[in-house]
């Protein structure tokens, strides 16, 4: 094995390694809690997909956003 196809070797799992450690570091990192406005948002994001092909559900779930959001 000559020493160039070694350096280059090690530079490669060396930078492997260095994305894997970055990709599992973000990874661990807890997330912020979210707001009683974004939880509200997500659920009207459901009602709207829903509005179609269950409209009374949906009803239900923008009444449950707003209770959320108010409470």
Excluded: C, I
């Excluded at 009374?56 to 009444?63: P, S």
């Amino acid at each position: 094995m000559s020493t160039a196809a070694f350096s280059h070797s090690a530079h490669f799992l060396s930078t492997v390694r260095e994305m894997f450690a970055g990709w599992f570091d973000t990874r661990n990192t807890p997330a912020r809690p979210l707001t009683r406005f974004e939880e509200a948002e997500q659920l009207r994001a459901m009602a709207d997909d829903l509005q179609k092909s269950d409209p009374a559900f949906a009803q239900d779930l923008y009444a449950a956003a707003d209770r959320h959001e108010l409470a």
